[in-house]
């Protein structure tokens, strides 16, 4: 398998690639069966997703960095974008018609300070931020940032207003694009593209003659920080550390609806502290290990899964997103194949029924607690893979499951039994370590 370095480095899609077990050479079969849709798709329509997507971002990026340059004095778009998501993680699944793109962006010549953000109980939020201009005359080098209400006070204090940032200076600029470009061409064919505003998103809709309809999320990302982590050894299946280095990226976040504990004041100023380079790092690990192929394999099934119930409104798939099936994937990663006290010396996991086995009861546990907990903040296990990260240092958990409707929230574990039978016969839940089950239920699960 390929150097995990190579992998991590790579701004590339990734072509899923199921990985079974020798001894499982039927299971695929059985899953396509029992489920009751095939999730892969041909080669030639991946690069044929691949190549519209890029050459759509390309084009737009470098007219928005063009705009930039015209109106806005000190913001600097990067000449690439990073390519995120289950594209880049090899877990996309039935159709190669959505990528996700950051797109980073500095402020040249612009001191700012990270600030962590309260709510009305004093209560530190994980996670989320507001950045503070350091010397407030250095602004009067940034007239149209400046006129376009970017510069916000709060008590005396001057914050990044990131709603003005998306809607006065983003979209400005991308609606200038796509007035510059009109239409996209690229060699014979010519896309229709339309701008939607999802904050932090900007999402691009691309009509196809042959996949029809491509989505892709645009994603300004303030660059923060880029940290250097020595991965442990083990972790990467070699005898010394590996440095890699971790972009991160402040994401705007000033839609806060599901969170009604934060002071109207500040909503307008917040960040997220964006895990993207982390993330994508967890699953270039599977280019290390065949267990982390088996877990990735096992969550495309059951991204395929919650698909296909939901066409029969499950209250399970209902609530479950792309994103809550990844982190409970990347907890089985940790949990499973990063040594701790968990798992005895020498332990392989056995194949895909064994990881199906171990996700269907972690994600029985998350539906009847109602809580599924942000990988990247609040795990006691995090250091294990980034000692010493940002991230690793935030000891307070969030709730994914917070910004979901209650009811669906409530409901979901009545759903869940339905998953078990759809999938019976192909996994194992007999043989699972109870210390890893006990410990994943018990502590990663509790506030």
């Known amino acids: 398998m390929a150097a995990v370095t190579d992998k991590f480095y790579s701004n590339s899609w990734l072509y899923p690639d199921d990985h079974f077990a020798p001894g499982e050479h039927n299971l695929k079969f059985q899953l396509r069966d029992k489920i009751g849709i095939p999730w892969d798709f041909s080669k030639y329509d991946w690069e044929r997703g691949c190549s519209v997507a890029d050459a759509v971002l390309r084009m737009i990026l470098n007219e928005l960095r063009n705009q930039a340059r015209l109106h806005f004095e000190g913001l600097e ?32 010549g612009l001191d700012l300070q990270e600030i962590r953000l309260r709510d009305f109980s004093d209560q530190y939020l994980p996670g989320q931020i507001r950045l503070r201009v350091v010397d407030v005359a250095q602004i009067d080098k940034f007239p149209g940032l400046r006129r376009a209400g970017v510069f916000g006070t709060k008590f005396g204090t001057c914050l990044i207003d990131t709603k003005a940032l998306q809607e006065q200076v983003f979209k400005s600029l991308m609606d200038k694009a796509f ?45 923060l920080d880029n940290e250097k982590i020595s991965i442990p050894g083990a972790v990467v299946s070699s005898s010394e550390e590996t440095p890699v280095v971790f972009p991160r990226y402040g994401l705007m976040k000033w839609i806060n609806k599901e969170n009604k504990n934060i002071d109207e004041n500040d909503k307008n100023f917040i960040w997220r502290s964006c895990s993207s380079s982390y993330e994508r790092f967890m699953f270039d690990l599977c280019a290390v290990s065949e267990e982390r192929c088996y877990i990735r394999t096992a969550s495309r099934v059951m991204k395929v899964l919650v698909f296909r119930l939901r066409g029969r409104q499950n209250q399970a798939a209902n609530l479950l997103s792309s994103y809550h099936l990844k982190t409970v994937a990347m907890y089985c990663i940790l949990l499973l194949t990063v040594p701790t006290k968990l798992t005895s010396p020498g332990y392989c996991l056995s194949g895909v029924r064994e990881a199906l086995g171990y ?89």
């Open 77 to 108: 778009i990067h000449s690439d974008y990073i390519r995120q998501a289950s594209a880049r993680q090899g877990m996309k699944i039935i159709a190669p018609t959505e990528f996700d793109a950051v797109i980073p962006f500095t402020i040249k």
């Open 179 to 223: 007035h510059a470009l009109s239409s996209i061409p690229y060699a014979t064919n010519t896309y229709d593209v339309t701008r939607g505003s999802r904050p932090p998103t900007m999402d691009l809709k691309i009509q196809d003659d042959i996949l029809k309809e491509i989505n892709v999320d645009f994603v300004p990302g303030f660059i």
């Open 359 to 447: 996700f269907l009861s972690f994600l029985k546990s998350v539906l009847e607690k109602k809580f599924l907990p942000d990988f990247f903040l609040g795990n006691e296990h995090l250091d294990k893979i980034f000692p010493g990260s940002y991230f690793s240092k935030i000891r307070i958990k969030y709730n994914l499951f917070d910004k979901e409707n209650p009811a669906l929230v409530e409901q979901a574990q009545f759903g869940f039994p339905e998953f078990e039978r759809v999938l019976s016969g192909c996994f194992d839940a007999g043989n699972l370590n109870p210390k890893v089950v006990n410990f994943f239920r018990d502590k990663t699960l509790n506030m």
